[in-house]
């Protein structure tokens, strides 16, 4: 039989992988990075096949592999660790980077930042911070890479002659900067200022800051409500009460800022269920149904439940539950209980106070959470989470745990024995690990923390110098 040089092989499996001939995609990939182990577009697109699959975790060894074999180069290194991290896979991503960072002089200043992310997701803020300020140290770009407010996020400040206060006020106030790059090193400076309890100083900050990334992200609440209304007046087929019983997937959703990512990191540690971070698997999804008209489809259901089993359920150590704590999808409830009419719901209520302020304190980059930036956006948008929880209360079947955020951080035994209970997971002893996934949202610092009721009311310390949050009143 003629071998079959590299480059043909190659563009056969990329055929193949274009006609969803997955598994002969993947052997002829695995030929060609046999014979060929150096090269990164096999490797890469191996290992794009792989997740496609939900193997994520052999997806990142692969290219874990890749970078070992050309000696941790260090602009590979940065690609390879960046799909890791995309694929919560942590722990290869930071030796990725480590070993890339321990084998050349100088350190490129991308790929410290990059490391630093990493360890902050992971919650080591030690390591973070020192790795920030290499970055800065290395001539980051700033316009790019918003390191001045992530540093600010790896630890509680009480001095105000930290150097750090003054790096991000400097770049605040530069305007040879974008405005999208000082609004960020804005809210760096804005949290270091609400540590040391000068709220006035913090408010002004953050208006400064919001109004800047309002004027380059805007929302628009006309195309909000239109979604809202789209939503209610969508019929889902549904595929029966057998339809994926081996399969419960868990959906913590609410506000951002109401306590998801805390609700899913405390439930996961309570029950040993995988924590699967803000999974995108579902408004993704949900969005190729709506716009395929195949939501009275019950083949393309199917298929779409399959493919977030395989996406949520990936390669690593099986899960009796599985955790989606993307807020965000209260948007899609009605597709998700379609799929899965087993799933769990728990939504989060929180005073709608702190919310506003807490979104107004964030550095969002998703397109999705621009309303965050402008308090009569946030309003809108608030408006139109509780008219879709209200139509769901009353339109689906699936069960739906209200959980006040304030009860949970109160009294948080009883409250996770109530989740227990729901979820229909048993006690476990408190030392047998950490299920919880790596944080990548705003809330990685307070989901690393131990619980704390601080955060109750901590709109009240704002409201001389921040009066639109009184509007929020009665917003749920």
Known sequence: MPTVEPDAQLAVARDLWRQNRVSEAEAALRGVVALRPRREDAAMLLAEVLRSQGRLGAASETLLELCRVNGFEPALSLRAAQFARQCDRHRIAREICERALGSHAPPPAELLALAGHVARESGDFATARARYLAALEAGIDLERNHVLSALAHTRRYTDAADPDLARCEAHFRDTVFSARSRASAGFGLAKIRNDLEDYSSAATVLRKANAMVHGVQPWGRAAWERFVDARSREQVVGMGPAAGEDFVPIFVVGVPRSGTTLTASLLARATGARDRGEFRALRFIAEQLVAGGHLGNRTALAEAANLYRTLAVQDDEPASWYIDQDPLNFRWLHIAA??????????????????????????????????????????????????????????????????????????????????????????????????????????????RQPVYTTSIGRWRQYAPYVPELRQFREAE
């Open 338 to 447: 379609a799929m899965f009419p087993h799933a769990k719901v728990i939504h989060l209520r929180r005073d709608p106070r702190d919310i506003a302020l807490s979104l107004w304190g964030q550095d969002f980059a998703h397109r999705d959470l621009a309303f965050a930036f402008d308090f009569d956006d946030m309003a809108g948008f608030m408006a139109g989470h509780a008219a879709l929880l209200r139509y769901w209360r009353h339109n689906l079947e699936v069960p739906i745990f209200e959980l006040d955020y304030e009860t949970l951080v109160s009294e948080p035994e009883p409250t996770l024995a109530a989740l227990r209970d729901f979820i229909g997971a048993p006690a476990r002893d408190a030392d047998a690990g950490d299920s919880a996934a790596p944080v990548q949202s705003a809330s990685v610092w307070q989901a």
